[in-house]
C-alpha cells in the first residue's frame, strides 16, 4: 500500500503521490537498535522505518493530524523527483493537497511561510524544505512524544519482547552465539 491508499476520510479526495511507507518485512531484527527501540531513540529513526512510519501514521490518524506525517513524507519523495515537469506536477499536488488554503489535507504551517502559488512554476527539490522542517518539530515535540506514550506504540513494543523472549528466538540466538564463537 502506498500511503495514499490508506482509507481516509470521506473529505479527502485520493491523491496520487506515491509513497512507499508500509511495506514491512519484520526481518531487520539483528541490528544494534530495532523496532521499537530503534522508533524510541528518535523521530528521524522512526520515519525511517516503514513499520515505525505505519504505526506513527495510526497514532495520529487518531489524533487528526495524519496529514503532519503524509506532508513530511510527500516532501522527501519530491526531493528525489528528476525532471521539471515531473516536479511541477508532484509540487502542485504537494501545494494543493497540504498547503493551499483550499486544502484537503492542510498542514498548519505559519502564515507567512506558506508558498505562493507561482513558486510552483519554477520547483526545485528543496522548495518545501522550510515548511518540511516546520512539520518535522511540530511532529518532533508534540505528537511524537505522545506517541511514544501511546498503546499503539506500547502494545506493538510488548509483541516485540515477547517475540524476542520465545523459546525460538532464545534458541535461534544460541545456535547463532554457536556459529560465531567457534
Not at 73 to 85: D, M, P, R, S, V
Request: charged letters at 30%; aromatic letters at 10%; a negative charge.
Amino acid at each position: 500500500l502506498s500511503w495514499n491508499e490508506a482509507p481516509l476520510p470521506a473529505v479527502f479526495p485520493p491523491i496520487r503521490l506515491e509513497i512507499n511507507d508500509s511495506e514491512c518485512h519484520p526481518s531487520s531484527s539483528h541490528q544494534t537498535l530495532k523496532g521499537t527501540s530503534k522508533w524510541a531513540a528518535s523521530l528521524e529513526n522512526l520515519l525511517e522505518d516503514p513499520e515505525g512510519v505505519k504505526r506513527f501514521r495510526e497514532f495520529l490518524k487518531k489524533e487528526f493530524s495524519e496529514e503532519n506525517v503524509l506532508f513530511w513524507l510527500a516532501c522527501e519523495e519530491f526531493k528525489k523527483t528528476q525532471g521539471k515537469k515531473q516536479m511541477q506536477e508532484k509540487a502542485k499536488e504537494i501545494y494543493m493537497t497540504f498547503l493551499s488554503s483550499k486544502a484537503s489535507s492542510q498542514v498548519n504551517v505559519e502564515g507567512q511561510s506558506r508558498l505562493n502559488e507561482t513558486i510552483l512554476e519554477t520547483p526545485h527539490p528543496l522548495m518545501f524544505q522550510k515548511l518540511q522542517d516546520q512539520i518535522f518539530n511540530l511532529m518532533k515535540y508534540d505528537s511524537y512524544s505522545r506517541f511514544l506514550k501511546s498503546e499503539i506504540f506500547l502494545n506493538h513494543k510488548k509483541s516485540e519482547e515477547q517475540e524476542e523472549n520465545s523459546p525460538e528466538a532464545q534458541s535461534a540466538a544460541k545456535r547463532a552465539s554457536r556459529i560465531y564463537n567457534t
